[in-house]
């Protein structure tokens, strides 16, 4: 079963030392639909986005069935659950970080839990953000939107692939 991809455009564009950059990848990896279909909309809802894909997994195995295969594009910035079933988030977390061509992608846990122990279980096994997801619609949208503007154009990774 492929993916479900969503690419988002507009006409803006920003330069970096390469030039422009056109397109960003995101993945998003989250058990519960309705929160998938809430960071979608959120993701397409500013226009002053260049244009981004998002590919979404709906649980850790498929996530990194994903990341593992050549065919697909490594993400610029994974937004992962942390609670899911079979396979949670910190094992996902843990997967990434063990493999060479993976490690260096940024991992920002995105979930309901503000627990303290899972946010420095989180970071211990190298999330390199952690963000509650907040219940109310605007500051959910808000969170995403800083999410977003900081990951994909504030940051400048090294080249992954």
Do not use: C
Request: proline share 7%; aromatic share 4%; net charge negative.
């Amino acid at each position: 079963m492929r993916p479900k991809v969503r690419t988002t455009t507009s006409s803006n564009r920003w330069p970096t030392a390469e030039g422009f950059k056109v397109q960003r990848h995101i993945l998003l990896v989250d058990d519960n639909p309705n929160d998938l279909e809430l960071a979608l909309n959120v993701l397409d809802l500013d226009g002053s986005e260049a244009e981004q894909q998002v590919t979404v997994a709906s649980s850790g195995q498929e996530a990194l069935r994903l990341l593992r295969d050549p065919a697909e594009p490594l993400p610029d910035l994974v937004l992962l659950d942390l609670k899911m079933p079979h396979m949670d988030g910190i094992a996902v977390l843990d997967a990434i970080r063990a493999e060479d061509a993976l490690r260096d992608i940024p991992v920002v846990m995105l979930t309901t839990s503000g627990e303290e122990r899972d946010i420095r279980e989180s970071y211990a096994h190298g999330a390199t953000a952690y963000v509650v997801k907040p219940l109310d619609f605007g500051q959910f949208r808000e969170a995403m939107q800083t999410i977003r503007a900081f990951w994909m154009h504030l940051n400048r990774p090294p080249r992954l692939n």
